[in-house]
């Protein structure tokens, strides 16, 4: 046996060791995954948690890339780029923020949607409710062709009428329909939006210019 032939041996067996080891660490990732995929997606990891990032959602889209058949690199490049996504999405909406939260906002600014944008949605919303799914009906819509300002100028305004989730929820549904019925994407976003945060507010008593009967 050559001396080249033993290097080669002794690097094959320092690989399947560190692919045993990394998967013994962590459940979440799967067997089938060659040593450098894993030792490439651990550093992502890591690095994540080292920022307070949640993780969980770069296991998922490492799951979803196995499911499609995609290759190690490819894998380890799209859990690499919802790392950054999150750790955008973390710096925009700063420490209050949950992980379904962050999780949410990250996906929007993946459909366009600018982080400066999330951010102001989260200061001005604070603790009074979750923007998990004002994120994800914002990047909804967008996809389906409204524009960043329009969409995110609708989810404010629901956001700060105190809309409630079936409201949102209602919007998103609306908007949808009224797209698909041949509606410009931008009208129907801001109709909506118009009528979702006036059916919030109570009537005013009409005024009348009778003058107040007195019972004698």
């Known amino acids: ?123 001005q919303s604070g603790l009074r409710r979750s923007l998990t799914l004002p994120f994800t009906v914002l990047a909804d819509i967008v996809s389906r062709g409204v524009p960043v300002t329009t969409a995110a100028n609708a989810i404010r305004s629901l956001v700060g009428a105190g809309a409630k989730d079936k409201d949102i929820n209602d919007f998103q549904r609306n908007v949808k329909v009224d797209i698909e019925q041949g509606a410009p994407p931008a009208a129907a976003a801001e109709t909506r939006a118009k009528g979702a945060t006036k059916s919030d507010k109570p009537d005013k008593p009409e005024k009348t210019d009778k003058p107040e009967q007195i019972e004698l």
């Open 1 to 123: 046996m050559t001396m080249r032939t033993t290097r080669n041996l002794v690097l094959l067996a320092g690989l399947a060791s560190m692919s045993v080891r990394a998967t013994a660490q962590d459940p979440r990732l799967p067997a089938r995954l060659d040593a450098p995929t894993i030792a490439a997606i651990n550093a992502v990891v890591d690095s994540a948690k080292a920022q307070g990032i949640p993780i969980a959602p770069l296991y998922d889209k490492m799951n979803e890339g196995v499911a499609a058949g995609a290759d190690g690199p490819l894998i380890v490049k799209s859990v690499r780029n919802l790392s950054m996504d999150l750790a955008s999405a973390h710096r925009a909406l700063g420490a209050l923020a949950t992980a379904d939260e962050i999780k949410a906002a990250a996906y929007a600014m993946h459909a366009g949607i600018p982080a400066v944008e999330l951010g102001k949605l989260k200061r």
